[in-house]
Nanobody, 130 residues
Framework: RVQLVESGGGSVQSGGSLRLACAVSGDTASDYVMGWFRQAPGSEREGVAIFYIGYSGSSGTYYADSVKGRFTISQENAKNTLYLQMNSLRPEDGAIYYC????????????????????WGKGILVTVSS
């Protein structure tokens, strides 16, 4: 079983930066997807950024259009940690951010519907004030 624990959330002013971290423990497959999703009050959950690990096909990173150029997803293997660097934050970025992992699927399906993402962290709050 895979366990995910998020950290690094908090409050920041518009234009500021935060870095979220997700500590990963447990057995992961050789090919899997990790990512960040978020849900604001009254809104549906949405994909933010995903990272394909070990795939020879859909390898790399994918981002929601709303965060492209501002957010960066990365992994540090030695620490079994997934990061989300968030720059130029906007009030609409405020949400609970969730780390997720799983077998995944096509990038669009994963971002739009969290397809194949079996494991989830409990989430961490990010607040951006104007």
């Amino acid at each position: 079983r895979v366990q995910l624990v998020e950290s690094g959330g908090g409050s920041v002013q518009s234009g500021g930066s935060l870095r979220l971290a997700c500590a990963v423990s447990g057995d992961t497959a050789s090919d899997y997807v990790m990512g960040w999703f978020r849900q604001a009050p009254g809104s549906e959950r949405e994909g933010v950024a995903i990272f394909y690990i070990g795939y020879s096909g859909s390898s790399g990173t994918y981002y929601a259009d709303s965060v492209k150029g501002r957010f960066t997803i990365s992994q540090e293997n030695a620490k079994n940690t997934l990061y989300l660097q968030m720059n130029s934050l906007r009030p609409e970025d405020g949400a609970i951010y969730y780390c997720a992992a799983g077998g995944g699927g096509p990038p669009t399906s994963v971002l739009e519907r969290a397809y194949g993402m079996e494991y989830w962290g409990k989430g961490i709050l990010v607040t951006v004030s104007s």
